[in-house]
């Protein structure tokens, strides 16, 4: 029959046990229940967190003789209260002096009241054994105590949350685990986040907590975040292979953690496990990592994820982690390990090194998809210093998808890149990491891979920062590529690539280098602070370069050459050392809605046989040309807006011939459009006004091909055929130009047809210096001085042009020079149809109609008025005019009219000059004696171009 066990369920009768015998054992524990209070707790708040409800008090509380520990519970203050006769029943309020616990879980006792009676015998001696012996610090309870359950009223009433928070930060994460299944408090006790954060950042070092938010990837949690997220966290990478040495001597009954000493153990272990987490703490790792299977390596160590920011201090946590009861502290050192200070801006990843000197590092072969290698340094050093090539990668990817992240990579190979990944199934994730001052290449992606590099750094590396070839095509964003000893970025060899929103900068060739059939993709870019240039395509390269920016690189900004034919649109071309877009030896290209600005040199170029396509660009503010076509080159240059450029708008020279249609080129501080030294091509449909010399000047062979443009504003005449120029003018609208329309000279020998030439402020046409010209079809009107005038042995042909409405002489022709006239309109001009000068022979073939013109030459001589009443600003007439030579102490080589001579000067001594285009020097006051028969003094009022001649090329050189 089972012995009968008394109420209080402490001691056993009717049945003799051993003393090993595990009940006797209980049983004389709880006999002998010793209750152990740690000496100045009451004064060191170890976790200085404000309690739920209640606060901290400023100062520590004083000793009293009856209590030493005076600690500040409900319970003692009830029992002084009930032991003392002659409490008072006012007492001080609990509330003013002793903070609310965190937890509400303590067993209430009856609400007090002055007139309660005091304790149960029992209990106050108890309670009194309890605080007695202020030298003693541990107290015996009796076995009356024990019966009644003190010390469990204890623990459960007495003890405070911030002492048993205080213990509780000594256990281990299993102890924790299982004191919260002793009772309710203790299971909210041992749920507190903090006791969870300490543990945490014990056992994996991190700052914060460290999540999965899908397999494979993990993730720091950004503040604020839930406190809770601690002990998760912990759940989540428990289950991970440690390397340390530290957590793998600790390893016991009370931690049951995994680890290793090297990183090749701990990939053993885990490479068929469900969860392939290895954990690697802080130092040097040496050895050759290759995976054939998913696995998951992540740096453990103290220090920001980014290397950015500072290491947020935690104010309840002291620096001292967790005493480990597993492992007794080594004779001579502390109990407790105080974490290194750490700098704010130190990376996780600098603590934890991965370190090879033979081959690569990290191989990730066929298989291994799925792995993911985190906030480590990977480092490839070659073993001793050698002339010969050393290859070697820190990370090898073949035919593999791992996700790296948040890695430093360095190379030492002088072949061999720091990162390369190669084979058709080949697809890593590499994000966030820092590949630099490697020997050679920063990322090199080839044979078909694929792939996604995001918010990575690439700097300082040997040769080109990223390499893409043999049909590789990887996703880049965002990237960083700077200070390179190469190129940026390199694709060749029918390599291609999407590249996003990176910053490409201070490399020592170009940014980015395609050839040979590359073909890749580069959006919203920066290239700038090249020591070359910013973009370079040869050899047959192609590419869409699309909303990028460059800008400060040493050369243009972007070289297309040797076949290559990209796609550049959209980008912003400017402040380049010397041009902006460059295309020679044959290159091609689309080149479209780019802005293009403030260039050194020509906003574009085009030399040696290119043929580009350049439409609806703005070609702006350059320090030069805007467009410089020369040596051959070709293009079509289309809709772009050309303005503001220091020198011509276009210039086309050495044997070029380029197509401009539906341009805009205008407010230029030179020449609108410049052909010169063989200068060809077509100029149609294209608006070209306000520049300070003329709109379009040809010169020196040049034969062009100009018709159907609209050109105005010209403050040097609206076109310019000096120097043996050429070129057919045909069907243009030439307006409101300062100077002539048209100017032909020197040698020069055009055709000008179906032309409008009209509201000129000077002649419609002037011909002089031998030139020569074809003038057919045109209408030449409303031009302040002659419609057409031929001078200086020029020798032009006219045929069937009408020429109306001017404000001087239709056609004027003098000083030895003579014309062909078949077939001409001439009517309803202010002096003259036809006015020839002495010795001027016109050949007149027939067909020519000169009539219902005003002629007011002739009807102010018949009424006896100075023929300066009739000149208007530089529109001189032509007739008879005498030199007084009594006059001409007062201006020599005067001139007057035939009324002056009459009688202004009668009886001076006046000679015969003859018929010609003269000023009346009487009549404009210019000479000492006063016209006697005018009183209206006429003097030009545009006398900005009275004497001008055009502006030649000589000027603009």
Not at 10 to 37: D, M
Not at 135 to 143: G, L, P, Q
Not at 586 to 605: F, K, S, T
């Amino acid at each position: 029959m089972a012995p009968k066990l008394k109420s209080s369920g402490s001691t056993l009768k009717g049945r003799k046990k051993h003393p090993s015998n595990p009940s006797r054992l209980q049983t004389r524990r709880n006999r002998n229940l010793r209750l152990s209070v740690i000496p100045g707790c009451a004064h060191a708040q170890p976790d200085q967190r404000p309690a739920v409800g209640g606060s901290v008090p400023n100062t520590p509380q004083q000793d009293s003789p009856s209590n030493p520990m005076c600690l500040p519970t409900e319970f003692q203050r009830r029992l002084a209260v009930c032991e003392s006769s002659g409490s008072s029943s006012d007492g001080p309020s609990t509330s003013s002096h002793y903070p609310t616990p965190r937890y509400d879980l303590r067993a209430r006792l009856p609400p007090f009241t002055p007139n309660c009676s005091p304790l149960p015998s029992k209990k106050r001696k108890s309670c009194a054994l309890i605080s007695a012996a202020p030298n003693s610090v541990k107290t015996t309870v009796s076995k009356e105590t024990t019966n009644d359950g003190a010390g469990r009223a204890y623990l459960r009433d007495v003890l405070p949350d911030e002492l048993l928070l205080r213990i509780c930060s000594f256990l281990t994460e299993l102890d924790l685990c299982r004191l919260s299944c002793v009772c309710r408090r203790f299971f909210m006790i041992a749920k507190d986040p903090y006791l969870w954060k300490r543990l945490y950042r014990y056992l994996f070092e991190h700052d914060t907590p460290l999540v999965m938010p899908e397999r494979g990837r993990f993730e720091f949690l950004v503040a604020p975040f839930s406190m809770s997220k601690w002990k998760e966290s912990l759940k989540l990478l428990y289950r991970g292979v440690h390397v340390s040495t530290r957590l793998r001597a600790e390893s016991g009954p009370s931690r049951r953690i995994k680890a290793t000493e090297s990183i090749e153990a701990a990939v053993a272990l885990v490479e068929t496990s469900d969860f392939p987490l290895v954990l690697v703490h802080p130092g040097t790792h040496r050895g050759w990592i290759c995976l054939d299977a998913p696995v998951w390596i992540v740096g453990a160590a103290r220090g920001s994820p980014d290397g950015v920011g500072s290491i947020p201090a935690d104010p309840y946590m002291p620096s001292p982690t967790p005493w480990n009861p597993a492992v007794p502290p080594v004779a001579g050192s502390p109990s407790r390990v105080v974490a290194a200070p750490l700098s704010g801006s130190e990376r996780i990843a600098d603590r934890v090194v991965l370190i090879n000197r033979a081959e690569s590092t990290v191989v990730y072969l066929e298989g291994s998809s799925g792995s993911y290698l985190g906030y480590v340094t990977v480092r490839y050093v070659p073993p001793t210093p050698s002339t010969s090539p050393q290859y070697g990668s820190c990370v090898e990817i073949s035919n593999a998808s791992p996700r790296i992240d948040r890695c430093v990579i360095r190379s030492g190979a002088s072949t061999g890149a720091a990162v390369q990944v190669s084979g058709s199934r080949a697809d890593p994730v590499v994000s966030r990491c820092c590949v630099s001052e490697s020997e050679n290449c920063g990322i090199f992606v080839s044979d078909s891979a694929t792939g996604t590099y995001t918010d990575n750094e690439i700097g300082g590396n040997g040769l080109a920062g990223f390499w893409v070839k043999s049909g590789a095509n990887p996703v880049v964003r965002r990237a960083h590529i700077h200070h390179g000893r190469d190129v940026g970025v390199y694709c060749f060899d029918n390599g291609f690539g999407y590249f996003r929103d990176c910053n490409i900068h201070d490399n020592r060739i170009a940014g980015v280098e395609v050839k040979e059939g590359a073909n890749p993709c580069v959006i919203n870019c920066d290239l700038h602070h090249g020591k070359t240039g910013g973009l370079y395509i040869h050899e047959r390269g192609r590419g869409e370069f699309i909303a990028n920016k460059f800008y400060n690189n040493t050369f243009a900004g972007v070289w297309v050459s040797k076949e290559s034919n990209p796609t550049i649109r959209h980008n912003e071309i400017f402040n380049g050392h010397q041009g902006g877009v460059y295309i020679f030896d044959r290159g091609r290209g689309l080149v479209e809605h780019n802005d293009i600005h403030d260039n050194a040199l020509a906003g574009v170029q085009i030399r040696t046989g290119s043929d580009p396509i350049v439409r609806h660009n703005k070609i702006h503010d350059g320090k030069h040309g805007g467009v410089y076509v020369h040596e051959s080159g070709q293009g079509l240059l289309e809709d772009n807006e050309i303005y503001g450029n220091e020198l011509a708008g276009v210039w086309i020279t050495t044997g070029s011939s380029p197509q401009l249609r539906r341009n805009r080129i205008h407010s230029g501080k030179q020449v609108g459009v410049y052909f010169y030294d063989r200068g060809q091509g077509v100029l149609e449909e294209n608006e070209i006004f306000n520049h300070i010399y003329s709109g379009v000047q040809i010169r020196t062979g040049s034969n062009p091909h100009i018709r159907k443009n609209k050109i105005w504003g010209g403050q040097n005449g609206g076109i310019l055929v000096y120097n043996g120029g050429l070129g057919v003018i045909e069907a243009n609208e030439i307006f409101d130009n300062a100077m002539a329309g048209v100017w032909i000279k020197t040698e020069s020998n055009p055709t000008l047809k179906n032309n409008k030439i009209h509201h000129g402020r000077d002649g419609g046409v002037c011909v002089f210096n031998n030139g020569k010209g074809i003038l057919e079809g045109n209408d030449i009107f409303c031009n302040s001085q002659a419609g057409v005038l031929i001078s200086m042995s020029s020798t032009p042909l006219l045929r069937n042009n009408r020429i109306f409405d001017g404000y001087a002489a239709g056609i004027e022709i003098t000083n030895n020079a003579t014309a062909q006239l078949y077939g001409n309109h001439v009517y309803n001009n202010k002096f003259a149809g036809l006015c020839v000068a002495s010795g001027v022979k016109p050949v007149l073939l027939g067909g020519n109609i000169i009539d219902g013109n005003l002629d007011c030459i002739r009807h102010t001589v018949t009424s006896g008025k100075c023929i300066n009443s009739v000149s208007v600003y530089t529109s001189y007439p032509m007739h008879d005019f005498y030199r007084c030579h009594t006059c001409s102490g007062a201006k020599e080589n005067n001139t007057i009219c035939v009324n002056c001579k009459t009688r202004c000067h009668s009886g001076h001594n006046v000679v015969y000059v003859r018929h010609d285009r003269f000023v009346c020097h009487c009549g404009d006051g210019s000479l000492e004696r006063a016209c006697l028969i005018t009183h209206d003094i006429r003097t030009s009022t545009n006398t900005a171009y009275e004497s001008a001649h055009p502006v030649g090329a000589s000027c603009i050189l």
